[in-house]
């Protein structure tokens, strides 16, 4: 079975330009969560959706950021306009509900902005 | 809210010898408790869980962890590890009510040498 499939696996841009990372999650899954990975701040939850609707975007990190889940097989994270401190590697995952707490993770999609 | 510590961002250790790496949590409800392994440029991956019941869980890959409630610890033990176990290991919790989602620890380098 495919995992978590996220896209691109590495990004390079300029400051000020928008950025638009891709999550599709494993089928079935209801759940989705957009996470980021600094070393300085380690993980952190952005947002995430619940049968594609936002429950929790208070860790979205200014309003540049967004994402949408426009159907249970697709999701975004954009970044507009970009800046040097949103390099980081962005996780997406998702899960069967909330029970367990197990999430299965994509590779990441490593943002670096110069 | 939850919170996780990770003691030890570092942990060296040779091949075929015990390793412990430990995690405290503070919640003031139930919680559920999750060890996820990140090997270099992939995502984070479930190890090993406490959701209920025995408080010894046994893993992937020969770790275990006990969860000790008086103690609010989580911690993680292999009796024997392989260079292969080198990667970042992430404590996490979340607790046992409706949409709770995972709070990470700042993870732990586990490096093994030979």
């Known amino acids: 079975d495919a995992g978590v499939i996220q896209s691109p696996r590495h990004e390079v841009t300029e400051m000020g330009q928008e950025v638009t990372l891709r999550c599709k999650p494993i089928?079935?899954?209801?759940?989705l969560f957009w996470y980021r990975q600094t070393m300085m701040r380690g993980l952190e939850l952005l947002i995430y959706?619940?049968?594609?609707?936002?429950?929790?975007d208070s860790g979205m990190p200014e309003d540049r950021f967004s994402a949408k889940m426009p159907n249970a097989s697709f999701s975004t994270l954009k970044i507009q306009p970009s800046e040097p401190r949103d390099s980081a590697v962005y996780f997406c995952?998702?899960?069967?509900?909330?029970?367990?707490?197990?999430?299965?993770f994509g590779e990441g999609s490593r943002l670096t902005v110069l | 809210a939850q919170s996780v510590t990770q003691l030890d961002s570092q942990v060296p250790v040779f091949e075929e010898a015990p390793v412990e790496l430990r995690c405290n949590y503070s919640?003031?409800?139930?919680?559920?408790l999750f060890w996820y392994v990140q090997y270099p440029n992939q995502g984070l991956q479930l190890l090993l869980k406490?959701?209920?019941?025995?408080?010894l869980v046994k893993g992937i890959n020969g770790f275990e962890a006990e969860f000790n409630k008086s103690q609010t610890s989580f911690h993680l033990r292999k009796p024997s590890v392989h260079i292969s176990d080198t990667a970042e290991y992430f404590c996490a919790v979340s607790e046992n009510s409706g949409y709770s989602t995972l709070t990470f620890g700042k993870g732990t380098m586990l490096l093994v040498s030979p």
């Open positions: 406490y959701l209920s019941g025995s408080t």
């Open positions: 919640s003031s409800v139930s919680v559920y």
């Open positions: 959706f619940n049968n594609n609707v936002p429950i929790d």
């Open positions: 995952a998702s899960s069967f509900g909330f029970d367990t707490g197990e999430l299965f």
């Open positions: 089928s079935g899954h209801n759940s």
